[in-house]
């Protein structure tokens, strides 16, 4: 049916009938998608009905590849978890690379469907074609780490590939994730979603090979990206020898990495506790995705203090922020001790931390007393009380059950005051960013499908510089709704979806991206599209995301920013006094509905925008 | 007058420093500037950040006048002011 990338085949499971089948990749689907968060938005929108409990059967866990994953181009190792998110009631997506989604790819699937609820816990072994269900109350309770070696030491093969939840996930914390390897799927709670299911793993062994459709406009087109790669003036020289860490330091020059909950984005900045420099003493390996030729995740040992010889792998830049800035943590050890339990746990490092930061800032003011959290210090800068009080989230005991749905669901619990000072959007914690000082990075805070979600629309222009489609002065409004559109799209379509690495576009692609996957797409798949065609893509998949918010109701009051950051102006650094007050953030607004050709009024997709990508069933369905 | 010059990365060590502040005459733009960080660094950049003829600083490292690329101001001429904060940035990637 397809000619290449596309192994062609859905598996569908239903997990209350213990049954499964497949399906054909429908060729309209795979053409107008593309595959990973595409097609995993595609099914989520159809198939997820208005109003669904994300932590009940009727919600599904869509595990999604592209038709690059499995392949030999370089960084396409990638995958996307769909589901309704229970932390935000959003879309839930999240990505995640390391080795699984091309072992999903040789098994012979382009997308695994998770539906219904197991009747006690149970784990799926797929090899190749044959799909079973296991039990898994012996794994119940297990580290993501233990639960996968012992999955490997069971089915007497260390090659298979597991993605699994942890206790947090168990539990169903909203901050839960899902981990592969010492990959996560790790944002929106999707762990949760796992473990509502009492689906603790899912195993997977595959033999067969990605097809390719051209092979000699394949080796061009490869070719192509990989010398677009080596002109790159940051990705080998710098990039694959510092990792994301290097965003410590340029985000602290320029004033705008959070600290202590958003309270001292400026003021306190230890760049030389948790920025490249410091990382020459702690990092001992790097752990390379499959076929990727740049292996930036690097392998860190805790080297002093009480957390001496803890192995992680990262932690990454924004986990520098949510546990180490943003609690006032500026200790390597600490940090990298509390990266690898929240792996091992199984959360989210950025909610978790995010979430421990957000108690600090209450408790230090005397909004949480010592009784809330059962005897804790929890004062910024205390590395033990953020270390236990992150398991306690993931067993949801004590202080953590008020901080295991995130700061949104906790401050409603503590009551007004303590809502000013949760940093969230739509219910996800905020990245590491602080776009008082990045307006357009701000915007897409507001309005990414997924809630405040740097991943989905990042403003490279703004960040690093990157004159492309334009240069932008970082601190001005204007046409940034124009901006965070085009990010969004080219984002989607062509990261997000095909899938690969968004570090790529930043480094080495952020003018050809478009061009380079229309490339890829005809050499690997047969299908060809204009690199207008591929921005298309990313267009219908962040129409059809909203439209699946709009359904469950959210609106342009939604699109907002936490107060503290439209209020108060950051008192120090390189962007002393800059804010986004409510005008400036509605003016941006208005221009970013315009350009989208969205209703201004509701922020809603409307029928002639949604006919002219093809989603007129849609419309019929918002009744627009 | 006096500007503070930060950096950050490997133009740390170019730099001889991570911030520092530096005297210039009055009136001295940013492409006097740089000229004068080139001048004063030339004994720690032999992969010739600043360019060793003409001033200026090779193109992919960013300036940034108070938070702000000179681009949006008044260019390399923008002329500078005492306590003026500025930024050279080499790049950077990931996050």
């Known amino acids: 049916m397809f000619a290449g990338g596309f192994t062609g085949v859905i598996l569908r499971v239903d997990l209350t009938t213990r049954t499964s089948s497949t399906e054909p990749m429908p060729a309209d689907v795979a053409r107008d998608f593309i595959g990973g968060a595409g097609v995993g938005i595609k099914y989520l929108f159809d198939e997820v009905p208005a109003g669904a409990d994300a932590l009940g059967p009727e919600n599904k866990l869509i595990f999604s590849s592209g038709p690059f994953t499995g392949t030999t181009i370089p960084c396409a190792s990638r995958m996307a978890v769909t ?5 935000t009631g959003a879309v839930g997506m999240a990505l995640t690379g390391g080795f699984f989604p091309a072992e999903l790819k040789f098994a012979g699937y382009d997308a695994l469907i998770i539906e219904g609820k197991a009747e006690k816990p149970t784990y799926l072994w797929i090899k190749d074609g044959a799909v079973q269900f296991r039990d898994a109350g012996w794994l119940w309770g297990t580290h993501t780490g233990d639960c996968q070696q012992l999955l490997k030491d069971d089915l007497k093969d260390q090659g298979i590939r597991v993605a699994c939840i942890g206790p947090a996930g168990e539990r169903q914390a909203k901050v839960a994730c899902i981990i592969n390897e010492r990959r996560a799927a790790g944002r929106k709670g999707l762990g949760a979603v796992m473990g509502s299911k009492n689906l603790k793993a899912i195993a997977v062994r595959g033999s067969s090979e990605v097809g390719i459709a051209d092979e000699a ?5 490869r070719s192509s990206m990989r ?5 790159s003036p940051v990705l080998y020289s710098a990039f694959a020898k510092l ?4 965003v410590v330091d340029l985000t602290g020059a320029l004033g705008i990495l959070s600290a202590k909950n958003w309270s001292e984005t400026g003021v306190f900045v230890p760049v030389e506790q948790l920025g ?10 790097r752990n390379p995705c499959h076929n990727c030729p740049v292996a930036c995740s690097q392998i860190k040992i805790a080297r002093t203090g ?4 803890t192995i992680a792998e990262g932690p990454e830049f924004e986990t520098y922020y949510s546990l180490g800035t943003n609690t006032g943590v500026a200790d390597q050890g600490a940090v990298i001790a509390a990266d690898r339990l929240c792996d091992e746990l199984g959360i989210d490092s950025m909610s978790a931390g995010s979430a421990v930061g957000f108690a600090m800032e209450l408790y230090e003011k005397g909004i949480l007393d010592s009784a809330a959290t059962g005897g804790i210090d929890l004062r910024f800068g205390n590395a033990e009380a953020m270390l236990e009080v992150l398991r306690l989230i993931a067993l949801r005991e004590g202080i953590g059950e008020l901080l295991a749905d995130g700061v949104k669901a906790a401050a409603e619990k503590i009551g007004d005051e303590a809502g000013y000072y949760a940093m969230h959007v739509k219910g996800l914690e905020l990245p590491a960013y602080d776009v008082r000082g990045a307006k357009a990075h701000g915007l897409n805070y507001a309005t990414s499908y997924t809630g405040a979600d740097h991943n989905r629309g990042y403003a490279f222009q703004e960040i690093f510089g990157i004159p492309v489609p334009w240069e932008v002065d970082r601190f001005s409004y204007d046409d940034k709704g124009k901006l965070c559109k085009w990010n969004q799209d080219v984002r989607s379509a062509t990261c997000d979806c095909p899938t690969m690495c968004a570090f790529l576009l930043d480094t080495s692609l952020p003018a050809t991206a478009p061009a380079n996957t229309a490339a890829l797409m005809e050499a690997v798949t047969g299908l060809v599209y204009t690199p207008e065609q591929i921005v298309d893509v990313g267009e219908r998949v962040n129409n059809l995301a909203r439209a699946f918010n709009a359904r469950e109701g959210f609106g342009r009051p939604d699109d907002t920013l936490p107060r503290r950051l439209m209020e108060e102006p950051l008192q120090e650094g390189g962007s002393k006094g800059q804010l986004i007050a409510q005008a400036d953030l509605d003016a941006m607004l208005d221009d970013y509905y315009t350009a989208r050709g969205w209703d201004v009024a509701t922020g809603k997709p409307g029928r002639a925008k949604l006919e002219s990508l093809g989603l007129g069933y849609v419309a019929d369905e918002l009744e627009v | 007058m006096r500007v503070r010059v930060r950096t950050i990365l490997g133009l740390v060590e170019v730099l001889g420093g991570r911030e520092q502040d530096v005297e210039v005459a009055a009136g001295t733009t940013v492409a006097g500037l740089l000229t004068h960080l080139g001048e004063r660094c030339a004994a720690r950049d032999p992969s010739g950040v600043f360019r060793a003829e003409g001033g200026g600083i090779q193109p992919h490292i960013r300036v940034l006048v108070n938070g702000r690329q000179p681009a949006f101001l008044l260019g390399p001429e923008t002329e500078l002011h005492d306590g003026d904060d500025v930024l050279l940035l080499p790049p950077a990637a990931g996050g």
């Open chain 1, 217 to 221: 406009k394949f080796k061009a087109a």
């Open chain 1, 83 to 87: 589901g309704k998110s229970p932390l």
């Open chain 1, 227 to 231: 010398e677009e790669m080596r002109q």
């Open chain 1, 306 to 309: 009480p957390y001496e010889g």
């Open chain 1, 276 to 285: 490249a420099e410091s990382q020459k003493e702690v990092n001992i390996g």
């Open chain 1, 243 to 246: 990792g994301t860490p290097m």
